[in-house]
């Protein structure tokens, strides 16, 4: 997997004060789409052991403390991802479970293979759907079309 952003402090995507993995791979080519950049999977940079240490270490250090993190994209469900993504939220859970961990997908709920679902297990909200131009709507929180629902697992 790539990425293709990491923000230790961040407070726009989710809430309070959190660590946010932008991720490289989506198939979903929403119209309006305000993140293309991240469509191909080979973008980025590559997500390493080193990567993974960094985001446990950031949750965990206290000098800035972090509700919990935030994983969107491009798609962290995206197939070729979801090995990776699988690893890093167990890893997480693991070693800071006080954290809550928020991720975006472009895929609804209901439609996750066995292998997307496995990663639900160590969420705790799930925003799904794709972004829908017609349906958008700037005021909604944490969501950019009134399509897409929060979904606390
Ligand atoms: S799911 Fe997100 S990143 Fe993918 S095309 Fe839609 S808006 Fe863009």
């Not at 070729?80 to 961990?101: E, F, M, T, W, Y």
């Not at 975006?104 to 709920?109: E, H, I, N, Q």
């Not at 066995?114 to 794709?130: E, F, N, P, S, W």
Request: charged letters at 20%.
């Amino acid at each position: 997997m790539n990425y293709h952003q990491y923000f230790p402090v961040d407070v726009v995507n989710g809430p309070g004060t959190r660590a946010t993995l932008f991720v490289s791979g989506c198939e979903h080519q929403c119209r309006g789409c305000y993140n293309q950049s991240t469509w191909s999977p080979d973008k980025g940079h590559h997500f390493d052991e080193a990567m993974v240490n960094r985001i446990i270490a950031d949750l965990t250090d206290n000098r800035i403390k972090r509700r919990g993190l935030s994983i969107s994209g491009g798609d962290p469900l995206f197939p070729a991802n979801v090995a990776a993504i699988l690893d890093l939220v167990k890893r997480v859970k693991q070693a800071a479970p006080d954290k809550d961990i928020w991720m975006w997908t472009g895929y609804v709920l209901s439609e996750l293979n066995q292998q997307q679902q496995a990663v639900l297990a160590y969420i705790d909200v799930l925003v799904d759907g794709k972004f829908e131009q017609e349906l958008a709507d700037p005021s909604l929180p944490y969501c950019g079309s009134s399509n897409q629902v929060i979904h606390h697992l």
